[in-house]
């Protein structure tokens, strides 16, 4: 379990820092290559995270939330 949260947590890092790059390059290169690779890496961890979390949520290792409308509902008494 700890395994699969810290290669959630790199993957968000990764995206987060090849989006930077991708800003970066936008603003100082003029051809743009190098911003669509930095940004082409972003939906490369995008597609990694998501499918990671899939497969974490389809052998267990993860749950989801209940849904918050399952919480609210009143215990029901018989009489």
């Not at 993957?11 to 930095?38: E, P, W």
């Not at 961890?45 to 918050?68: C, D, K, R, W, Y």
């Amino acid at each position: 379990m700890l395994l699969v949260k810290l290669l959630i947590i790199m993957l968000l890092i990764f995206m987060v820092i090849s989006l930077g790059f991708g800003m970066f390059f936008m603003l100082k290169d003029k051809s743009g290559h190098r911003t669509a690779k930095a940004l082409t890496w972003r939906i490369g961890f995008s597609a990694a995270l998501m499918g990671v979390l899939i497969l974490a949520l389809l052998l267990g290792v993860i749950q989801p939330n209940e849904s918050p409308n399952v919480r609210l509902k009143a215990p029901t008494t018989q009489q």
